[in-house]
């Protein structure tokens, strides 16, 4: 039990250990301007994911064989397509203004700035380390349910308000159920990733029209 538990809190503090020795000098700056969001999650990017890639290997052994293939990532993709446009159309129905201002800060900045943060960098990092790494090792305690809601309960606390939390959570349970179905970490992160990428088409597109 406690080499299981050990094994859960030692990527959890070292993710935070990177994220306080990134975002503690960057709060002491103006450097980054408007765009230091992106920048904080770049760099925490850059040297959290090779540590959770050794982690995520180390489990290797737990997850059992990939059920992948390009039918399953097609859909993958679709999937994150339709929860960011569904989460988008729902946010904008109840005039919720917390979505709004959270997106705006990841939509700042160059555009290759963002390209690369949303569509590689944070999908990483995040499903890294939430799915590849602590929904895998909460499974070592409790049931692939109860891992895969409290891994999202901690994924809707991680975006820091309260319509972000909450779009986190219920996005938390279908990632964790896709690193489930499939056991390879390349499905959240394909989720994420087109999720991220259906926001971005739809804000550029909006600022054309």
Known sequence: ?????????????????VACLIEIPMGQTTLFGEAAVLWDTLFRAILAVPVLMYFYKEDAVFRGEECWNLKRAALCVMAGFLLSLFSRFLAAAMGNMDYGQAEG??????????????????PLLEELFFRGVLYMRLKELFSAGTAGFLSAVFFGLYHG?????IYGFLMGLILAYSMEVCRTVKAPV????????????VVKFALLS
């Open 161 to 165: 308000n309260v319509s972000q939390g």
């Open 190 to 201: 394909l989720i994420h990733g087109a999720a991220n990428l259906a926001a971005l088409i």
């Open 105 to 122: 800060a990841l939509l700042s900045g160059a555009f290759w700035l963002q390209a690369l943060v949303l569509l590689l960098a944070s």
């Open 1 to 17: 039990m406690k080499i299981r538990i050990r094994r859960i809190l030692i990527p959890v503090f070292f993710c935070l250990s």
